[in-house]
């Protein structure tokens, strides 16, 4: 179990992030066209996982992705929450977002799995905001678990992982 905040209370994850030398779980998420999103192989991959696109933050950073992804080669940048697919293909529509994958854990046992699933505070449910880095050959790189859910990523902290 980890820990970060929401509004300044503690709020409890259900595990641990994948850590730096562990293969990153395999998963099977929700595409916007309802298609299954896999961990890429032979590529890096991003995981920008985020509570819900409807908040500031949350969108804030699939923009800040959005915007990062066409400058990071043989990386492929995956947005995950539990958001239904409508939602984010709404979104992705409105503002123009082409360059990142966004994806729906609302079926899928992801949130367990990375540890990012929160077990308490009114938010429970959803997933803790969060950066897992994947090597090409499935191996976490980097990791973070934000402190609080209403703060962003470390964007320049991800993007050197990449080397």
């Given amino acids: ?8 209370t503690p709020v409890s994850t259900v595990g641990e992030l994948p850590a730096p030398g562990d293969k990153a779980p395999a998963f099977e998420l929700v595409g916007n066209d309802f298609s299954p999103v ?26 800040k992705f959005n915007e990062l992804a066409s400058g990071l080669d043989n990386t492929t940048v995956i947005c995950v929450s539990n958001d239904l697919p409508f939602a984010l293909d ?12 966004t994806a729906s ?9 990375y ?4 077990t308490d505070g009114k938010w429970a449910g959803l997933l803790a905001r969060s950066i897992v880095v994947v ?4 191996t976490v790189i980097y990791n973070q678990l934000v ?8 964007y320049d902290a991800a993007v050197a992982a990449l080397g």
Avoid: H, Q, W
């Fill in 38 to 63: 896999t961990l890429p192989a032979g590529t890096r991959t991003v995981l920008n996982i985020f509570p819900s696109i409807a908040t500031g933050v949350c969108s804030g950073s699939v923009r």
């Fill in 115 to 118: 540890g990012v699933r929160m």
């Fill in 90 to 101: 709404a979104f992705c529509g409105a503002e123009g977002i082409d360059k990142v994958v």
């Fill in 105 to 113: 854990a609302f079926r899928a046992p992801f949130g367990d799995d």
């Fill in 1 to 8: 179990m980890a820990t970060t905040s929401l509004g300044g």
């Fill in 135 to 138: 090597d090409t050959d499935g």
């Fill in 147 to 154: 402190d609080a859910i209403g703060s962003e990523p470390d």
